[in-house]
């Protein structure tokens, strides 16, 4: 149903501009400064960056943060546009964002993931897009796991007449700690693109790992999946940052991760050895999920032996982890005795950390 509703989308193209795949979109969270922003803007177009992006209002958890420069951060960013032909994106949230916006000549709107997880906002935006059938759109998903909302969101939008839409994928937020700030949860994307193929798809590396670490191998794995093109967070003094300032790079950083990416064509059959690697440090990531999430339970059942003043160390149940992790690793072809370090090393912490819980 969804194919046939969206069957005229178009890809994200701008006449005089070369944008090749994967499609890069790079700026500040906030624009904060003139400065700041034609600094970040001449770095980014330095570094062969085609579109700019920086949020002039921005959506905060909570009041007291800086919630954006507002009007006057449209002046910047036409500077941005006429000193270094990049073209420019902002958030939009509300009509008036929209229309301040698209009258400012602003090249792409996107949707925020606070706003696409509530219809009302999207149907007022998508109402004041009607008389703007040319503009373009991108829709982040919602901030939390629901992909008829997402779907939902975008179809408001394509109703009221756009059809240079896309889609933003931030990853979705849940409660507790995390390697990432919104999880990635791969398959949601991956489950709008089997249902609308010909919707261009976007990564948002910077906001799915919350740190700047996390962007190369998010980036890459974006790609790896088919991803049309990333949108990543790049500020010319990242530390000093007025938001999200742990998940923005150097226009200089930004060059070396986009330079380290591999972009495998389609008919492509070779695996090249930074392919490989980052399929490891994904890999590792999951390692990292898995083990905290050992280590949570671990604490909760140091919370019972609490409750039930038992000891903490039970030597049957050890040698039964030890004998069973060892065996099953030689089945699936590990060595038994690396299998043995590992897992008393993994026993050590547990203990460590439930001791810690029996005695507080
Ligand atoms: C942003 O792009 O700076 C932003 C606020 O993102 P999100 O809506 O994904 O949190
Ligand atoms: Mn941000």
């Known amino acids: 149903?969804?194919?046939?509703?969206?069957?005229?989308?178009?890809?994200?193209?701008?006449?005089?501009?070369?944008?090749?795949?994967?499609?890069?979109?790079?700026?500040?969270?906030?624009?904060?400064?003139?400065?700041?922003?034609?600094?970040?803007?001449?770095?980014?177009a330095a570094a062969g960056v085609k579109i700019f992006r920086a949020g002039i209002w921005k959506p905060r958890t909570k009041p007291g943060g800086f919630e954006g420069i507002g009007m006057k951060g449209l002046l910047w960013l036409n500077k941005v546009k006429e000193e270094t032909g990049m073209l420019v994106a902002t958030e939009v949230a509300t009509r008036e964002h929209v229309i301040a916006a698209l009258d400012a000549g602003i090249d792409i709107l996107w949707i925020g993931a606070r706003t696409s997880a509530n219809p009302f906002a999207m149907q007022e935006i998508a109402n004041a897009l009607v008389a703007k059938p040319g503009a373009t759109v991108l829709v982040k998903?919602?901030?939390?796991?629901?992909?008829?909302?997402?779907?939902?969101a975008l179809q408001r939008i394509y109703n009221a007449g756009i059809r240079r839409l896309g889609a933003i994928h931030r990853g979705f937020s849940t409660y507790g700690k995390h390697l990432y700030r919104n999880v990635p949860q791969w398959h949601i994307p991956m489950e709008l693109h089997r249902r609308i193929p010909n919707l261009p798809l976007i990564a948002d590396p910077s906001h799915m790992g919350g740190k700047r670490e996390l962007i190369g191998p998010l980036s890459q794995q974006a790609l790896d999946m088919g991803f049309d093109g990333l949108i990543i967070e790049s500020h010319c003094n990242p530390d000093?940052?007025?938001?999200?300032?742990?998940?923005?790079?150097?226009p200089e950083s930004l060059n070396l991760i986009l330079n380290t990416l591999v972009v495998r064509e389609s008919t492509g059959t070779?695996?090249?050895?930074?392919?490989?690697?980052q399929k490891i440090d994904r890999l590792d990531n999951e390692l990292l999920e898995v083990l905290s999430k050992r280590m949570a339970v671990c604490r909760d059942?140091?919370?019972?032996?609490?409750?039930?003043?038992?000891?903490?160390?039970?030597?049957?149940?050890?040698d039964d982890i030890l004998n069973k992790r060892s065996s099953q690793a030689a089945e699936m072809g590990m060595d038994e005795e690396f299998m043995h370090t590992i897992m008393v090393a993994v026993h050590e912490e547990s203990v460590r950390q439930q001791v810690e819980i029996v005695n507080n």
């Open 1 to 44: 149903m969804e194919t046939k509703l969206f069957s005229d989308i178009q890809p994200i193209s701008f006449e005089g501009v070369d944008l090749k795949r994967p499609v890069v979109i790079a700026g500040p969270c906030s624009a904060e400064t003139e400065r700041q922003v034609l600094d970040t803007a001449r770095g980014l």
């Open 141 to 152: 998903n919602p901030v939390n796991p629901d992909i008829e909302l997402w779907i939902g």
């Open 240 to 250: 000093c940052a007025l938001s999200d300032k742990d998940q923005q790079v150097t």
């Open 270 to 277: 070779t695996e090249s050895l930074a392919i490989l690697r």
């Open 301 to 318: 059942i140091g919370q019972y032996k609490k409750e039930h003043s038992m000891q903490v160390v039970q030597t049957g149940r050890y």
